[in-house]
Nanobody, 117 residues
Framework: QVQLVESGGGLVQPGGSLRLSCEASGSIFRLNIMGWYRQAPGKERELVATITSAGSTNYADSVKGRFAISRDNAKNTVYLQIDSLKPEDTGVYYC???????????WGQGTQVTVSS
């Protein structure tokens, strides 16, 4: 089993920045894809960004240029740098790890990001 623990959420004013972290532990398959998803109130969970164990990234169009995903494989940790935050970025941000073979997916408990003045 894989455990994922997110941190770094909070309340921030529009235009501000946050850095989310997610540390994975347990039985981690070396080849995997880690990512961030978010869920706004009353909406479905959506992809924000993913990064493979080799470092290839993918972003939702709505966050390109403002969000940056990175990872430290030695620490089994993925990061999400969020800049130029907008009120519509508000939501619960979930960390995900999916094995590259078999597609087994694990989720964190989520961290709240609120963008408000």
């Amino acid at each position: 089993q894989v455990q994922l623990v997110e941190s770094g959420g909070g309340l921030v004013q529009p235009g501000g920045s946050l850095r989310l972290s997610c540390e994975a532990s347990g039985s981690i398959f070396r080849l995997n894809i880690m990512g961030w998803y978010r869920q706004a109130p009353g909406k479905e969970r959506e992809l924000v960004a993913t990064i493979t164990s080799a470092g290839s990234t993918n972003y939702a169009d709505s966050v390109k240029g403002r969000f940056a995903i990175s990872r430290d494989n030695a620490k089994n940790t993925v990061y999400l740098q969020i800049d130029s935050l907008k009120p519509e970025d508000t939501g619960v941000y979930y960390c995900n790890l999916r094995t590259a073979i078999g597609g087994v997916s694990s989720w964190g408990q989520g961290t709240q990001v609120t963008v408000s003045s």
